[in-house]
């Protein structure tokens, strides 16, 4: 017979953080709302302290409705000690780079990182004396030239924000330890569900929960999961720093996971079938899907990876941004805005070159990125078929 405790991803994301204690019969953990908790005597609220996770003692601190998503999530990353939570993505990313770097450091930085992860380098890090060096995110084993004496982290992003490569992480992480330093990515396109991202060797792992492990583009939550080598330092980092998320937002947040396999299959299905219709259009030069061969590191995807999301780009030929804004504007079933995950589709331009400034990126044409929501995808084709012929005038 097998082990009950052996459960399997689907099952975790069903069962994970549901303690009696916290759910009290309730199926989801229900909103716990709290600053002040009441102690009996003054000696109780003194050995209060320090507070630990799983203990009510002030509400920064957490109830089981926040605890019960951090257990969660800390279920999914096989050899993670445990999860914070951040009022958003941007937060966690920030916490986390405070949690492992101190002036004199140095961070090796991917060029294809999350835009505002960038400016959090360049606007935070850098005046504090942390040296910022980019790096191409395909470099491989030429990271090793780029480790001095001052370096104590590597930030990876996989696939890369817009631009969609595809890094070789279990090989960047295998450095990274031989030579002492500590490893953080920002997992958000694949969640634990598609990357586990401790198993291959990453100590901190990110998420902007806004995007699929909340998946109804209707609250904001940052996500850090550490192994036990960091957790301490991260768990720290975050009290002092006050980060705290609503219940109501976390509630939304594990209500959201629940569902989070089901989803990410469908968003899969769907977006691989829009890939590769899109593959077949006249006006289309390429598409990055990490599930394609025409996506940098597609082989590391088809290695690492136990599946694709929904969000990917492909490249117009020729025609201008104009041309192309008109594509998007035009469209019935897309939605234009920031952020992804939801269930919605969305369309946006996904121009990375201007960000860059350890590679160069070459196109053909102006770029859009879409997320493939929940729609009958059907819809979704006919709607950028027309799109593509608004195109094919306008270019
Ligand atoms: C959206 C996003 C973030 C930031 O998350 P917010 O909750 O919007 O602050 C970080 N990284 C990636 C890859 C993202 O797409």
Not at 63 to 76: I, K, M, R, V
Not at 215 to 239: C, F, L, Y
Not at 284 to 294: G, K, M, N, T, W
Not at 371 to 382: F, P, R, Y
């Amino acid at each position: 017979m097998s082990d009950p405790k052996q459960r399997r991803l689907d099952t975790k994301i069903v069962e994970g953080g549901r303690k009696p204690e916290w759910t009290t019969g309730i199926v989801n953990p229900p909103v716990w709302r709290a600053s002040t908790m009441l102690f009996d005597t003054v000696a109780d609220m003194e050995a209060s302290n320090p507070p630990k996770h799983g203990r009510l003692q002030y509400g920064r601190n957490g109830t089981p409705t926040q605890w019960a998503l951090s257990e969660a999530l800390t279920e999914l990353e096989p050899g993670a000690a445990g999860t914070r939570l951040f009022p958003s993505g941007s937060a966690a990313v920030g916490i986390a780079l405070m949690s492992v770097l101190s002036p004199g450091d140095e961070i090796l930085m991917v060029d294809s990182a999350y835009a505002p992860t960038r400016i959090f380098c360049d606007n935070v890090l850098t005046p504090m004396g942390i040296t910022v060096t980019y790096y191409d995110p395909l470099i491989g084993r030429g990271i090793e030239a780029l480790i001095g004496e001052r370096t104590k982290a590597i930030f990876l992003e996989s696939p890369g924000s817009l631009s969609f490569e595809v890094q070789d992480v279990p090989g960047l992480c295998e450095i990274a330890r031989a030579r002492g330093l500590v490893t953080l990515i920002d997992n958000t396109w694949a969640t634990p569900v598609l990357f586990q991202a401790l198993a291959a060797g990453v100590d901190i792992a990110i998420l902007a929960a806004t995007k699929y492990i909340v998946g109804h583009a209707d609250a904001m939550i940052g996500t850090v999961t550490a192994n036990a080598r960091w957790w301490p330092k991260v768990e720290r980092t975050s009290q002092v720093f006050g980060q705290h998320v609503g219940p109501d937002d976390a509630f939304l947040a594990t209500r959201g996971l629940r569902t989070l396999g089901v989803r990410l299959r469908h968003h899969q299905e769907s977006a691989l079938k829009v890939a590769h219709w899109l593959q077949e259009q006249p006006q289309v030069s390429r598409v990055l899907h990490p599930a394609l061969p025409d996506c940098p590191g597609h082989e590391y995807w088809a290695r690492d990876f136990k599946g694709a999301s929904g969000l990917f780009a492909f490249e117009l030929k020729g025609g201008d941004a104009d041309a192309r804004d008109a594509l998007i504007d035009g469209l019935t079933h897309f939605g234009i805005g920031y952020s992804w995950g939801g269930f919605e589709s969305l369309a946006t331009p996904s121009d990375a070159d201007r960000l860059r400034t350890a590679t160069r990126w070459q196109a053909d044409g102006p770029r859009v990125r879409l997320h493939i929501g929940l729609e009958d995808v059907d819809d979704l084709i006919e709607d950028l078929a027309r799109g593509l012929a608004r195109y094919g005038d306008a270019a």
